[in-house]
């Protein structure tokens, strides 16, 4: 499993801002593939030093 990017959502039902962090684990082996749906939908998404 590795981080791949964060990304920052109003949360609901309390309605605060959340910072998530998506990490990702491929087991068909391809490590080149990152899912990026979160990070499109969001407009503040950002690569973290970890």
Avoid: A, T
């Avoid at 959340?18 to 068909?28: A, E, G, K, P």
């Avoid at 082996?29 to 749906?37: C, H, L, S, V």
């Amino acid at each position: 499993m590795s981080y791949c990017y964060s990304y920052e959502e109003q949360w609901q039902p309390k309605n605060i801002s959340v910072i998530f962090r998506m990490y990702q684990f491929n087991l068909d082996g391809n490590d080149d593939f990152i899912y990026k749906e979160y990070g499109n939908r969001y407009s503040n998404h950002f690569l973290e030093n970890m």
